[in-house]
């Protein structure tokens, strides 16, 4: 897909500072910015290495201001804000375009007749990131100048220094520099490599902090908003037409950069390459839209390394960029549209054996654990979506010896929730689950400030039960595939089935959000009920087995006509409906204020998916289903460019917020495009 920017965007600051870019290494690390070069968040950065990957996410190199001489004229191709309001360089303005290749962000500065060229990438499975200028144009030689803006500090953190005392700069070679912003940081290393016509580079150190940068969206969000970074040093380089300078930033010394960077740039072509084949192979398809190929790409900004004792080779999912690390829940509801609809087989079933090893009392965490750190298994729902998980990967692959391999975990995982786990998490005597107790979520609506919960759903919640069920009919259907009995979930699966219309509230003509709880029966109206039409899967079926619905099929209908009419937005469902009293449709502000609203009618993108999974199973219309999708190959021109945010205002014109690239947004708009194709 072709995702490009003129001057009509890249020259109006408040418009191109709203556009961020992402380019990420598989290990957890990342660098990110804005197309106008304008630092907005403290996440901003050409390096933030996962020191410890896929975590330990350290800010190293914040940024490279650049300045160009050019027939004896300078010219700004960086801009900053700072804290006394100015917006100084205004190197925005130079910018003729900017376009993403693949997922390579790529600007062209335009001054008099001359162009330079400038892309950054990194390299996958290392925390190096390459930036690379190639002077395109001109009829005379230019001298570029940067200046390396580096830091040492976990990237939700702020550095402010009181002294100008700082670690150790030091030069390796002319064109190597090792520095240590504090005398405890870890090394970072900047290099330059040129073709063999560019051999004038030189650094000039200067050791000067640069004090009060300003963060806009940091102050939107309430949280401090000024920073400060070191200018470690200035390179210095000569450019005739046609020539070229890349700058390594990394925490590995290596005397080779030159040869490798230009490798690893035709390694991450080629491998973007593969990746759109794979998907058309695995899918049996001959033609794609572009926007879904550049989905395909931003899947794989995701899937991360997670090395264990007994299997360097471990993957996880990062949940979102730029804060999320590896979740239980995101992981799971992620990993059907990021690997399996990508034809990544091997990495879902990586994936899935990583989440196995840390299954306790029946449970996934939902934190997913560092070393020496114990897992956080605050949730209902992440276990439940493990089913479904390994539904879709069985259904793709017909792996028996995998299947066989978790069968006896989720069997145990099935009379945990039966017996009862933690946090009151048990099966009643209805067979529908309950679960909760004071003070904690345990569902994906978690939002939590201090001592309270926004959104307490103790009781048994809809989607909750929709997804038990659903895991007791994938037992039956794992169970029958393996020789193995399946009455009792059979039985279990009927029980609950008979007494789920305990939660479809007559006056209103739509399902109850949460039932049998300390308060009654909460009949607010939000997007949860979707699970109990889109579960268990296509026409109410898994696999070969098929199971009645646990609502009729007037309700199903009444359901999505409803949830269509009072919260689906362009991009995604509501978590409330604008009528109810305690409805936000603006989140921002600071904390409180944002995760009050969190899940009080903010629309989130990842509802999408199965919002168009129940539309099929009542309409079958797989064109109408696919209109829905439409706004979001529009705002991957929005946002993080190629990318799906975590979330949207509940109100027009549905701004993006939160993570400005979200797995299970990709994941589901990618799984539901897939199902609109596939469907008969």
């Not at 200028?133 to 580096?150: D, E, F, H, I, M």
């Not at 030069?171 to 870890?186: N, P, Q, Y």
């Not at 549209?337 to 306790?360: E, M, N």
């Amino acid at each position: 897909m072709t995702i490009e920017f003129g001057r009509e965007v890249c020259s109006n600051l408040k418009i191109a500072e709203l556009r961020e870019w992402l380019v990420t290494n598989g290990i957890g690390g990342y660098a990110s910015g804005t197309i106008a070069g304008v630092l907005t968040r403290r996440y901003h950065g050409l390096l933030v290495g996962a020191l410890k990957p896929p975590v330990a996410r350290t800010l190293l190199l914040t940024k490279l201001d650049e300045t160009v001489n050019y027939n004896g004229q300078l010219y700004d191709l960086s801009t900053n804000y700072w804290a006394d309001g100015t917006v100084a360089p205004q190197g925005y303005l130079n910018i003729e375009s900017f376009h993403l290749e693949g997922t390579t962000p790529v600007w062209n500065f335009a001054f008099a007749d001359g162009l330079l060229e400038k892309c950054i990438w990194m390299q996958q499975g290392e925390n190096t990131t390459y930036i690379s200028y190639s002077y395109k144009r001109g009829s005379q030689p230019l001298t570029l100048s940067l200046k390396a803006l580096v830091n040492y500090r976990n990237h939700h953190g702020s550095t402010h220094v009181t002294s100008t005392s700082v670690g150790k700069i030091e030069e390796i070679t002319d064109r190597v520099l090792a520095i240590k912003v504090f005398l405890d940081a870890a090394s970072l290393y900047l290099s330059a490599i040129s073709d063999h016509r560019t051999n004038n580079f030189s650094w000039e150190i200067e050791n000067t902090w640069y004090r009060d940068f300003a963060l806009a969206i940091e102050n939107y969000r309430g949280l401090g908003d000024l920073e400060d970074h070191l200018h470690a040093a200035t390179g210095r380089v000569t450019l005739d037409p046609g020539d070229s300078i890349t700058i390594v930033a990394s925490t590995e010394m290596d005397r080779e950069q030159g040869g490798k960077g230009a490798r690893e740039q035709d390694k991450k072509k080629k491998r973007e390459r593969e990746l759109i084949s794979l998907f058309y192979c695995q899918n049996k398809l001959q033609t794609a839209p572009e926007w879904i190929e550049q989905l395909v790409l931003a899947a794989d900004q995701f899937i991360v390394d997670r090395p264990l004792t007994n299997n360097p080779e471990g993957k996880t999912i990062i949940a979102g960029y730029p804060w999320f690390t590896d979740w239980g829940r995101d992981t799971m509801i992620s990993l059907p549209g990021l690997t399996i609809s990508t034809g990544r087989y091997d990495i879902a079933k990586t994936i899935l054996r990583t989440f196995a090893q840390y299954v306790d009392k029946g449970m996934l965490p939902n934190l997913f654990p560092d070393a020496g750190e114990t897992p956080e298994y605050n949730t209902v729902d992440a276990t439940l979506w493990y089913f479904e998980a390994i539904r879709t990967y069985y259904d793709a692959t017909e792996d028996k010896e995998l299947l066989a391999e978790l069968f006896p975990l989720l069997t145990e995982i099935i009379d945990w929730h039966i017996k009862g786990t933690r946090y009151n998490i048990h099966m009643d005597d209805d067979g529908l689950l309950y679960a909760g107790e004071s003070g904690v979520q345990l569902t994906w609506m978690d939002a939590k400030v201090g001592d309270w919960v926004v959104t307490p759903r103790i009781g048994k919640p809809i989607e909750v039960n929709a997804l038990w069920y659903n895991a007791l009919v994938c037992m039956v259907y794992f169970a029958r595939f393996l020789g193995e009995s399946e009455t009792q979930y059979q039985q279990i699966a009927a029980q609950t089935r008979t007494y789920f219309p305990k939660f479809w509230y007559e006056e209103g003509g739509y399902c109850y959000d949460v039932i049998d709880s300390p308060q009654g029966n909460d009949a607010s109206f939000r997007p949860n009920q979707i699970f109990a039409v889109s579960l268990p899967g296509r026409g109410n079926s898994v696999g070969a087995i098929r199971q009645s619905p646990l609502l009729q099929l007037e309700q199903q209908k009444m359901v999505v006509d409803k949830v269509g009419q009072k919260l689906l937005t362009s991009y995604g469902l509501r978590s409330l409906s604008s009528d109810d009293l305690d409805y936000v449709g603006i989140y921002g502000g600071n904390q409180l204020q944002r995760d009050g609203s969190y899940h009080q009618g903010t629309t989130w993108g990842w509802s999408i998916g199965h919002f168009i999974q129940a539309h099929l199973q009542v309409y079958n219309n797989p064109e109408l289903a696919r209109s829905f999708l439409l706004p979001m190959a529009n705002h991957l021109q929005d946002g993080c460019i190629g990318s799906i945010s975590e979330i949207f205002d509940g109100h027009v014109p549905f701004t993006p917020r939160g993570c400005f690239a979200q797995a299970w947004s990709v994941a589901e708009v990618l799984r539901s495009w897939l199902l609109t194709v596939n469907s008969k």
